[in-house]
């Protein structure tokens, strides 16, 4: 790159990329970026409003009008967010910010139990919640698996409509996918924060949720489908919490669904993912069972000295507040840029 004339900062940050790829291939693969990219630290670029400014080489530049609505403008320009990094694709923008929040103590916390198709909400508030959204999710990624079929076996002969098709449709499943969970998840984190709920999800292995019930799909199709979803669905809960200095824990999955949260004694089960406590005489949803037992869950305590950490089910929840002080928290803002020709490269002489 440097004999390119490029600017040194992409040689560091081209190396830091292939090293994170490096790491995160598994063993015997060969490591692949799948799509290319451009990663800049704060120090790199500058960004006034919507312009941002990138070295190419000493002195030389591009200026990239970015395209932002009210939501990502308000990022921007609020002076209390730090920026990070800039990650450049080639029609997106994203920008990292990072806040102090400070993590508040809970009065309380919420046990979050994510299934494949409902999210169940349990808090020490005594609210109980149920959100389906996982299940629509998962109704539209099997519909437009069929679409994306149909479109594979209807146009063998002309692969270019067939490509525009695959990609409008991609666009509108990612679009209707992604802004369900969002909405879901921002939902959940908002009644947390209102109630002054710590947030507890069940660490998972993967393992487990693999081989659940399959009717119909494809075990791989569903496997691969459940674990984004998870994964999304965990992470999105994730940085929405901590971006609020709510402190997020993850506990054991194990026994979860095993035993009464009223008084712990052995379940039985019953159909249709119904569970039975003799000793209480009631019949339990299993999901409203998990998420109050994740919601029981012993974690770390906020301050050591204020008593130890009782970790009864083998909880090994990270702790989020261990410093109790402020902490820097992450978040990306997705940018459209604006027609990928309209980038001017500009010339600056000093
Ligand atoms: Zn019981």
New binding site residues.
Partial sequence: MMRHGLHSHYVLSACEVAYSAYKNSRAGTTPRVRRAFLKLDNQTYQLNRLLLRIPIAPRRFIFLVLQGAAYQVSYIEDPSLKRGSVTITENTVSLAFTRQTPVFEPTGSMGIDVNERNVTVSGTDGSSSRFIEPGEVADIKVRYREIRAKIASGSRQDNRIAKRLFARYGRREKNRTRQRLHKMTKQIVNHAKENDLGVKMEKLTGIRRLYRRHNGQSASFRGRMNTWMFGEIQRQIEYKSKWEGIPCWFVNPRGTSRN??????R?APLPERKLY????D?TWDRDVLASRNIMACAVPQARPSRGSYEGERGDDGSNPGADGGKQARRLTAIVKSAEPNSASECQRRK
């Fill in positions: 009464c949260p009223d008084c712990g004694s379940v406590c003799a000793k209480c009631i």
